[in-house]
């Protein structure tokens, strides 16, 4: 397995801009993670996934924030308009609630600057 | 509501000495409790995990205890080496599977 996939691995966009990040967890694994990881703020939570649905988005920072999962394969996470505070690596993860397997693993994560 | 704090933020050792890292979390019903290691520029990757039927888990160097009637686990680090250097993120296992992560301790290993 390729392990979780995001794209693109960078991306650099003006302020007031749509930014939409991708995200393939790894085949059969059913809860689906977005973190946001900055220097200031450490590791956030923003949305997380169970079976494609949203179970909690408290962490969403505001409502320029949207993710969705329209399939068991692939989910996106959407900034509009993307605003300078918004620079941070964001980070997918997936991982299984079969059986006793909770590790979560990591996609190697989407560097996002805003100018 | 759940939580996650760990301790130091930072912690510097000389090669060859042993580094310990400590959390407490809030829930009592966590079963779960990974510990993840982020080298610069790279992603968070598991290094060990202890689940709640057992008080202490080995893997060469590395080493997790876990108290859960105090609700602390501790990561211990032995023979330090350079590339020992990184973040490590305790965390605990919350509901749906969701991971609770602490702030993160920056280890330096200085030669």
């Known amino acids: 397995d390729a392990g979780v996939i995001q794209s693109p691995r960078h991306e650099v966009t003006e302020m007031g801009q749509e930014v939409t990040l991708r995200c393939k967890p790894i085949s059969g694994h059913n809860s689906l993670f977005w973190y946001r990881q900055t220097m200031m703020r450490g590791l956030e939570l923003l949305i997380y996934?169970?079976?494609?649905?949203?179970?909690?988005d408290s962490g969403m920072p505001e409502d320029r924030f949207s993710a969705k999962m329209p399939n068991a394969s692939f989910s996106t996470l959407k900034i509009q308009p993307s605003e300078p505070r918004d620079s941070a690596v964001y980070f997918c993860?997936?991982?299984?609630?079969?059986?006793?397997?909770?590790?979560?693993?990591f996609g190697p994560g989407t560097r996002l600057t805003v100018l | 509501g759940e939580n996650v704090e760990q301790h130091p933020s930072t912690l510097s050792v000389q090669e060859g000495d042993s580094a310990v890292i400590k959390c407490t979390y809030s829930?009592?019903?966590?079963?779960?409790f990974p510990w993840y290691k982020q080298e610069l520029g790279k992603r968070p990757q598991l290094i060990i995990d202890i689940r709640s039927n057992v008080g202490e888990k080995k893997d060469q160097r590395i080493a997790v205890t876990l108290n859960k009637t105090a609700k602390h686990f501790s990561l211990h680090i032995t023979e330090t080496q350079p590339e020992d250097s990184a973040v490590y993120f305790c965390a605990c296992l919350g509901g749906y599977n969701k991971l609770i992560f602490g702030a993160g301790t920056r280890l330096a290993v200085h030669p």
């Open positions: 996934f169970n079976n494609n649905v949203p179970i909690d």
């Open positions: 993860a997936s991982s299984s609630r079969t059986g006793s397997l909770n590790e979560q693993f």
């Open positions: 829930d009592s019903a966590s079963n779960y």
